[in-house]
């Protein structure tokens, strides 16, 4: 993307929920997006997840540590092949302890022990609708980090689906971290800026990592 007039500033979008832009440097971008093709590939690979009334969700998913699915987890992947879920690097817990301290301070990061991941892909179709990451243990502070595409990210309440919301604008690179009272917000992608990746990266499309602790 052409250099800005003035680089975007980071923010706090809600208590607790902080975007900084351009978090990933180009180089860690591609490593990243290295890691997750290898972890796209079978088994325990990317899937398309169904929901429990029978539907499809539009963005693909593979998962690290240990497998979601809706509402829960496991240690295989019970929707899908069978297979052993892929391990959680200890590589990307650090990453994300980092990511919090960037965002949130030392505190927030303290004692986060983060085993899983979850990485989705979203072509220039994909959505993802309103919903909470609730099925964990923990409540740690969620970590978000986006390559490719750039997205509408719409952060919401606690409360409910509805406003009020805050739409930001999540470009390669950038990190999103929400916890405290922000842990529970709801939050969905409602738009995918297709053809806006860097072309450096070469990734058509948008590649979403999720970390998270699940707690015991």
């Known amino acids: 993307m052409d250099a800005e007039l003035f680089p975007r ?4 979008i809600a208590p607790g929920a902080v975007h900084v832009p351009d978090w990933l440097d180009a180089r860690a971008q591609r490593g990243l997006l290295d890691a997750c ?4 590939r079978p088994p325990a690979g990317l899937r398309t997840v169904r ?17 979601w699915y809706p509402y829960g987890y496991a240690r295989t992947v019970v929707d899908g092949d069978g297979a052993p879920v892929k391990p959680f690097p200890a590589w990307l817990g650090e990453l994300g302890r980092r990511a919090v301290t960037n965002a949130l301070g030392a505190d927030a990061a303290r004692g986060a022990a983060y085993d899983i991941a979850l990485v989705n892909f979203y072509d220039g179709d994909a959505r993802m609708g309103m919903h909470r990451d609730s099925d964990e ?11 490719g595409d750039t ?27 929400f916890g405290g009272p922000s842990r529970l917000a709801y939050h969905g992608v409602p738009r995918v800026h297709a053809g806006t990746a860097p072309p450096e990266l070469g990734l058509a499309g948008r590649l979403n990592i999720t970390l998270r602790v699940g707690g015991p």
């Open 9 to 12: 500033a980071r923010g706090e």
């Open 37 to 40: 093709r290898d972890w796209a």
């Open 151 to 177: 997205c509408v990210f719409r952060f919401g309440n606690t409360a409910t689906r509805t406003r009020p919301w805050t739409d930001v604008e999540l470009r390669s690179g950038d990190l999103f971290v």
């Open 137 to 147: 243990k923990a409540d740690a502070p969620v970590v978000s980090l986006s390559l």
């Open 51 to 67: 929901t429990p009334g029978g539907g499809t969700m539009t963005a693909r998913q593979v998962c690290l540590g240990r497998h």
